[in-house]
Nanobody, 122 residues
Framework: QVQLVEAGGGLVQAGGSLRLSCVASGRTMTVSSVAWFRQAPGKEREFVAGTLWSSGGATAYADSVEGRFTISRDKNTVYLQMNSLNPEDTALYYC????????????????WGQGTQVTVSS
């Protein structure tokens, strides 16, 4: 019903920036919220940032990224602007979408992208 395709990951030096994108297609009008999650080796998938699908919707951030990352949406593309990256940000980043609002729990999201790798070197 909804397909998500991510891009923008790569290798960056500590202190650098990356912008991830997630293109949504299909019945996107059924989506209430979108979010970014990340998963590092040996760790659980964790919430990074989320926003309501509606224009000007509220945003939320994990404490570890607040002030450095920004989530936004333009039409059917969701972005995650990542600044001041550090090695602890290294992970596989996923875009997710679902019908629930204001959720930081991955189980609440039905649709997922394949992930894009972000590696921050020092």
């Amino acid at each position: 019903q909804v397909q998500l395709v991510e891009a923008g990951g790569g290798l960056v030096q500590a202190g650098g920036s990356l912008r991830l994108s997630c293109v949504a297609s299909g019945r996107t009008m059924t989506v209430s919220s979108v979010a970014w999650f990340r998963q590092a080796p040996g760790k659980e998938r964790e919430f990074v940032a989320g926003t309501l699908w509606s224009s000007g919707g509220a945003t939320a951030y994990a404490d570890s990224v607040e002030g450095r990352f920004t989530i936004s949406r333009d039409k059917n593309t969701v972005y995650l602007q990542m600044n001041s990256l550090n090695p602890e940000d290294t992970a596989l980043y996923y875009c997710a979408a679902g019908i629930y609002r204001n959720s930081r729990v991955p189980e609440r999201y039905r649709y997922w992208g394949q992930g894009t790798q972000v590696t921050v070197s020092s």
